[in-house]
């Protein structure tokens, strides 16, 4: 079996078994060019190890669901099996748990007796995945690991499920006006509770906004709102008619502009993201506080390399534009290689709650085109 088939099976395995009663809470395959094209290998994102002089990027990069621990998985087919080894025994640097993942045929007596001695996990794969050691949890270095829950921390903010889907913030706000405080509802019998307010037919990714703002809280298939979403309720003290109106206004203007409420409440809500922190840190750099999309993840990128990397940036493109210290190389960046959701959605509601100046949306612009100004 080749690197891609161990990848696979592995990824698969790692989704649906338990860790000492924990599960995987997120999981990662590495966007080297190699593994990409695999739907089932989705989301793709590249984590940076830095090991002195050199970097590594684990195939694979797992969080269990205690939040803290860290799992890493290095995938070898029926070659190169020692350099393998000796690079998940590296992993240990940054992760609290490391593999060596391998086709059955390839793992001799020698490896399995080196890897249980230096305490890295072994898997093989062949029609099943077992797994032929359990390395025992080691505490990694605190500046490698560090860097690496950046990465997960900000791979988590901008992964498909926990991502704004709408460039209209007023989408997400709506649930907070619509649900009834201290309530459980039945996924299912949502869209009856916001008949009165124009809700896309793709509600659920309004919701999904709504749960990263910290509105609503999940539990199996039903939704309630969260204290917080309770607080906004409150604040914002409207009906989901009138609140259906605001939204027909918000299409042509930002909701700071005539809904200074709103827009503080929903700006309370995004300064608890690192993305905004990062943005507004990223804009007081320039001397007019005004940058384009170009320079902004430039900019971001000097302050803080390891989340920058994962908010600005494409992860399947991101090897086109890094050099083996995984080096941004400013000359190679594009506007294929950032994310259009940073650039739309995402600056659309920083645009709504005021934190920057309406310059228009970058859906459409050359990223020179694209200018982001602190308000």
Known sequence: MDELGVVKHVHRFLENTDFQNQRVAQLYTDAHHTLLGEKELRPY????LELGDRVAHPDLVAQLDDGETLLAVEAKGTSGITRGLAQ???YQEGFHLSFLATDASALGSSTERFARRENVGLI???EDVRVVHWPLPKQPWRDPARAILRQMEAAGEVSSQN????NLPTHYLAWAIALEPDKWYDQKDLPDE???YPMPAEWMGAL???????LIEEGGNRVRLTPTGEAVQDILGTSVEEWAEVHERAKHKPLVDFKPQAAAALRLLIMQDSMTRLIIKGLRQFSDQRASFDELARKCSEIDYDRSSVLFFVPEKIEDITNRKAEIEREKVSDNHLRSTTSYQFKSVLKHTGVIEDTGLGKGKKPED???VLR
């Open 45 to 48: 994102q590249r984590f940076t």
């Open 88 to 90: 998940a025994q590296q």
């Open 124 to 126: 093989t794969v062949q």
């Open 163 to 166: 991502t704004f889907l709408y």
């Open 194 to 196: 916001i008949e009165r």
């Open 208 to 214: 999904r906004g709504a749960r990263k703002l910290g």
């Open 370 to 372: 694209d200018i982001w």
